[in-house]
């Protein structure tokens, strides 16, 4: 059983920064992609940033050129690095993965911006 535990969230200033880590129980070259999600009060859960096994990044327009994902396979880690935050990114952030055919979820954690 996969397992996907995620830390790094907290409250930070507008225009601050924060990372967030997800460290899988094994292996990060079994999946096929990676990726962060986040869900809003109220709202569906929506796809932030995404990274393949061949490295192929994408992210939703709202964070385009302030957030980075990335990875670290000796560390079966990957990263969700947010810059110049903003109140709007306020929400509880979940890691994600994907092996065929089965998707595998951290617990989420809290990001709040505000002053």
């Known amino acids: 059983q996969v397992q996907l535990v995620e830390s790094g969230g907290g409250l930070v200033q507008p225009g601050g920064s924060l990372r967030l880590s997800c460290a899988a129980s094994g292996s990060i070259f079994r999946f096929t992609a990676m990726g962060w999600y986040r869900q809003h009060p109220g709202k569906q859960r929506e796809s932030v940033a995404s990274i393949t096994s061949g490295g192929s990044t994408n992210y939703v327009d709202s964070v385009k050129a302030r957030f980075t994902i990335s990875r670290d396979n000796a560390k079966n880690t990957f990263y969700l690095q947010m810059n110049n935050l903003k109140p709007e990114d306020t929400a509880v952030y979940y890691c994600?993965?994907?092996?065929?055919?089965?998707?595998?979820w951290g617990q989420g954690t809290q990001v709040t911006v505000s002053s």
């Open positions: 994600h993965a994907h092996r065929w055919p089965y998707d595998y």
